[in-house]
């Protein structure tokens, strides 16, 4: 079971660029990358998933080094309403079940 | 609307009661999910299930018991629950249960109090 490690929290301003990085040493071979966010009271919500080099959505970007041992979600130009959670997952690529395991994730704080 | 459904949202119970939570998806996926989250702690995961069949049971005591009766409904039974037992339960659901298929889509949630 991969363990990710996260900032626990983060402040920035409206229209700023956000780095959060995650460290996951011991992923495996078979394990994508996958960041979620979370408002109050409700549910996680699927960012963006990758397995190696770099993704971009509408949303966000991730990179991931050639180690994998980590990965940085990047959100472009925040905004108030990306004020959230968001967690860093790495899944064990285990087909026969697959603990996907949130920590604590990283708090951020988007100011005016 | 991330097709996920769950009712209630909702439910104060007291440790003698039995009450069941319902979680509903429409994405056709094959695997389902129970998670607990505490008040300023991380989701912890309780059950899994891919194709009906439960996959992994994350050491939640026996006074939750997990029923999915078919891909798309999951429910999660409760039985004499203690205080400590309120929290937000999440749904969640995911074509699959491993790798890049494993994007899962949260229900809104139950917000359980037990008194």
């Known amino acids: 079971l991969a363990k990710t490690t996260q900032p626990i929290s983060m402040d920035s301003y409206e229209g700023q660029e956000v780095n959060i990085t995650c460290s996951h040493n011991?992923?495996?071979?078979?394990?994508?990358i996958t960041w979620y966010q979370q408002f109050p009271s409700q549910g996680p919500r699927f960012i963006i998933q990758?397995?190696?080099t770099k993704v971009t959505n509408e949303v966000a970007s991730l990179f991931i080094p050639a180690d994998r041992k980590s990965s940085t979600l990047s959100l472009p130009r925040v905004s108030l309403s990306d004020t959230a959670v968001y967690y860093c997952l790495v899944g064990d690529g285990d087909n026969a079940g697959n603990m996907l395991t949130f920590g604590g994730g990283t708090r951020l704080m988007v100011k005016p | 609307e991330t097709g996920v459904t769950q009712t209630p949202r909702h439910l104060v119970m007291g440790m003698t009661n039995k009450k069941s939570l319902k979680c509903e998806q429409h994405?056709?996926?094959?695997?389902m999910y129970w998670y607990k989250q505490s008040a300023k702690k991380p989701l912890e995961l309780m059950f899994v299930y891919n194709f009906k069949e439960q996959t992994e049971n994350n050491s939640v005591p026996s006074r939750f018991s997990p029923e999915c009766p078919n891909s798309s409904h999951l429910f999660l039974h409760l039985h004499t629950l203690q205080p400590e037992d309120s929290a937000l339960y999440l749904c969640a659901s995911s074509q699959g249960a491993s790798g890049e298929l494993n994007e899962q889509f949260f229900g809104p949630g139950t917000r359980l109090t037990v008194l």
């Open positions: 011991n992923i495996a071979t078979n394990d994508y």
């Open positions: 994405l056709g996926h094959n695997a």
């Open positions: 990758g397995y190696k």
